[in-house]
Nanobody, 127 residues
Framework: QVRLVESGGGLVQAGGSLRLSCAAS??????????IAWFRRAPGKEREFVAA????????KYAESVKGRFTFSRDDAKNTVYLQMNGLKPEDTAVYFC??????????????????WGQGTQVTVSS
């Protein structure tokens, strides 16, 4: 089991940037067999895949809607992952969730693969 805590959400104008953080605390084991992902849920919509990282293999997958604008990175020393969001659009407005699941190649964009979830952080992009 992994405890996840997101931070970094807020209100930003269209075209602006935000960086989300997800601090991960595994219970016992390391992250070598873990996939970390970001999902989001906009008001009135289904949860949507944003990006995923395979911790051991450095494989990263992005949703088409964010490719080229969002960057997923990690800090091994801090057990923290980051989602740098540039060129934000009003349609990026959502609650963003960090999730952790077993390692899988290729990384999964299916939310059912992920067992542990953070509490979410709100991102609001004004037009």
């Amino acid at each position: 089991q992994v405890r996840l805590v997101e931070s970094g959400g807020g209100l930003v104008q269209a075209g602006g940037s935000l960086r989300l953080s997800c601090a991960a605390s595994p219970s016992g084991s390391t992250f070598s067999t873990t996939t970390i992902a970001w999902f989001r849920r906009a008001p009135g919509k289904e949860r949507e895949f944003v990006a995923a990282l395979d911790w051991s293999g450095d494989e990263i997958k992005y949703a088409e809607s964010v490719k080229g604008r969002f960057t997923f990175s990690r800090d091994d020393a801090k057990n923290t992952v980051y989602l740098q969001m540039n060129g934000l659009k009003p349609e990026d407005t959502a609650v963003y969730f960090c999730a952790a699941g077993p390692a899988l190649y290729p990384v999964s964009s299916d939310s059912s693969h992920y067992d542990d979830w953070g509490q979410g952080t709100q991102v609001t992009v004004s037009s």
